[in-house]
């Protein structure tokens, strides 16, 4: 096993800080471009609502910025390109890196008590593929024509020559597989290092949850990234070397023969599962914070592990029900449905088990406590609200409507979001060696949480009312115009929502830097990472830890001194029956 | 229920309760005041009640069920807050109890959540949505729909009730169709993928480029209403919109005579654009 010896710190800045094979050091880096590819999506969404709630006036500030052309206003293909590259920033260079880069680079290792990830040069080639995308998609915006208009879906023919000549939609699916490549080389390294590296006496059933999440993830990046990266080569293939995968020969003088379903099939059974990606690890974060800050076990733990793993499980065969509008055959459609309704019930235990977690507990209302309790009522409404989706006959009037745009941004955004936020506040010490500061943690806590309720549940409402998504200008209809007000109410909520992220943005550089140096244990947790010095050594475990405890035993009466929390390598006085 | 009010002590229910009822009956009240204003415009299909109709049980189910989450999320969250010296209640979860609690609760909501809502929603797609009547149907109206980058071409039969005649219907963005007989559309597209939208009778199908989509409805009021598209099509998506008019019984051969004269009128055999009629589909 490698961590038998111990390498030497590489002592060169470059190797040390930049071409890194640490994932600590990875795990930043991570940090530091979700962080910021998060800042742009955010400013992209920003521009969005502005738009949404006040058509065709100039933006301040921004619209200046970016459109001075218009004078400031944002012109319908602009608009196209930025509710594109709002969605596949936020989830491919926002969220993924930041949850999964960040968290699983730097919780995998730390947590299980191995001294770095097994593969840790395919971890360094995963930051720089993921890096290239990023570069990739961020050029695709300032090539002629403009970047991609298609929507984060990409749909052919839309998607094809048909509809748009320019670069910007090739560099799209480019960066996608791009990025689609280095969450395989996560996964795999994510996977492995968890079946491998874990301390010895460690079982699988003494895996934070956050591992589990974070196993779960790998499993599934590495299952259906391929099947995105496939559809990518194919688009590319018809966009630059005129092949006609997705184009029928109705359009296509000369022939053709290709399907634009196809694409769709093949998007969404990598699709459906990137929900899920995204919100397993989130999962698991919110199951170990929530059992950290009550001071009790986890509730039904090896249920908790089943649920996630059904959930696993069905993720890969529901992805239908983004498809009930498109013809899918009758049978065809009803399986989804049934099948997408029966994640219903590992959704309800995951639920109850939080709940119960937290039920008699000793609670202690630290800002990470804060988001993840704000996930169960955040993936509270967006999960529920998935009903009225799954069901087809109500899914034909909502579909396509800003009742889908409130309900998955609820559930795989927002819940997602929350869960990395209070992860972030959660490790911060460990990582920095500072906390952050929890008056600031608070402010923005309940800046986020207000706001981003109202701007999610206006939605629903006016989904309901049969606002279309990915319009322009809802004025434009005469039966969209009585709807106009509630499109400004999502996005004052939406700009409240933004500003509340300064004030994590100034939390996070000053508390970086400048905020009250933290104990090495400042949350009196048990798992391995916080038996470690801070900054956490370039090796992080001098002796392999023996772990003989799980990582949920608070105010077990086993413990001794009057404690109410142990080391996962501190044995318990007397195991509990 | 008993270990609840067990648990929470008298005083702080009689603090809890208040908020409560308050919160419940203004959140029933704006509820309905929210369908109301701004609530979808009724339905003018004659399936249209039925869509109203599952999202009201939807809404209720999913309502218990939050409102379940949120006195069990906010309970401890003003209960159970950490006190010098108080350790909390130690509990692994894993009694035969609290299995038996996972147990029950699973089969509850896969029969309430999902089965009911499920035996309903096939009622209505085998009864109403999916059930196209045959193209033989007496009395049934077809309507041939090719989308295109940004518009809603539309081929109704005329007088002769044959597609692919010279009398055919042939119009841009407005449809104009009788009230009282199934109206059967075949869609496709000549560009990118479209979504023809009718709100009014809750409706929406894709119309793809190299395939033949089939929906139908009925409309149970006469009235113009709004025809949108709702899947992305480009720089103009936003503005690919049109007028269905549902005409009275009586009034409904009088316009189609007038519309297929003109048809017939303006019908040019060389012009093989405008003839893009094709094999109806089932």
Redesign the interface.
Known sequence: MSGDHIHPEPTSFLRKHVFSVDHKVIAKQFMWFGLFWLLIGGIMAMLIRWQLAYPGTPMPVFGKLFFSSTGGVID??SY?TLFTMHGTIMIFLGLTPLMIGCFGNWCIPLMIGARDMIFPLLNMLSFWTVMLGGAVAFYSLFVPLGGS???WTG????STT???QGTGETLWAVAVFLIGASSIMGGINYMTTVIRLRAPGMRWTDLPLTIWGLFFTAVLNVLFLPVIGSAMILLVLDRVFGTQFYV????MAGG?G????LYQHLFWIFGHPEVYILILPAWGIVSDLLSFF??????????TVGAMMAVTVLSAVVYGHHMF???LS?ML??SF??LT??I??PG??L???W???????????DTPMLFA?SV??VF??GG??G??LA????D??L???YFVVGHFHLTMAASALFATFGAIYFWFPKMFGRKLNETLGKIHFWGSLVPLTIVFCTMF??G???M?R?????T????LK??QH?NVTTSLAAFTLGIAQLVFAFNFIKSRWWGEKASENPWEVGTLEWTLPTPVPHYNFKEIPNVVCGP?E????AIPDGK?WIYQTEPLAEQ?A | MNRLVS?VSRARVRWLATPAALLLASTAASAQE?VDR????PPASTYGP??DS??SL?TT??GI??LI??V??L???LR????KG?????????SLH??R??AV??VV??IV??AW??V???G??RE???NVPAPDTPGIFKVEVLAQ?WAWNFRTPGVDGELGTPDDVITINELTVPIGRPVVFNL?S????H?L?L?DM?????A????I?VAWFEAAKSGDF?I????????????M?GKLHVLPEADFPAWEKDASALALAAYDANDTEARWAWDWKE
């Open positions: 319908p293909a196209n208009e298609a929507g749909y052919p023919t839309l048909v509809a748009n029928p020969a109705s359009i053709g290709g399907d634009p379903i009550a001071r009790k076990p986890a509730f039904a733990y090896r249920v509008t498109t013809g009758a459609g009803e449905m049934l309704m029966i219903s019930v309800e235990i639920f109850f088990n709940l119960h977690t937290i039920w008699r507990g000793s609670l202690r209302m309790l169960i009522f509270g409404l529920l609200t009903l009225y069901t087809i006959s109500t034909i009037y579909h396509d409507t409402v006016s309901y009312a049969g279309p990915r319009y322009y200008d809802h434009s209809a005469d039966y009585p709807l509630l949920h608070f105010s077990n009466p109410d509990p | 648990l929210v701004w609530g979808p415009t039925r869509f599952l999202f939807i189910l999913i069920s939050f989450v949120l069990m999320l309970v401890p969250c159970d807050n950490a006190k108080k350790k909390a209640h130690f509990d692994h979860g894993t609290d299995k609690f996972t609760v699973s909501v896969f959540l999902d809502v499920l309903r929603a096939m209505d797609l109403a949505y999916w980058q496709t000549k560009d990118v993928i979504s939208f709100p809750r409706l929406k199908r894709d793809n480029p190299g395939a989509n709004d949108l598209c709702a899947e992305l099509c480009g720089y103009a998506h936003y503005q919109h």
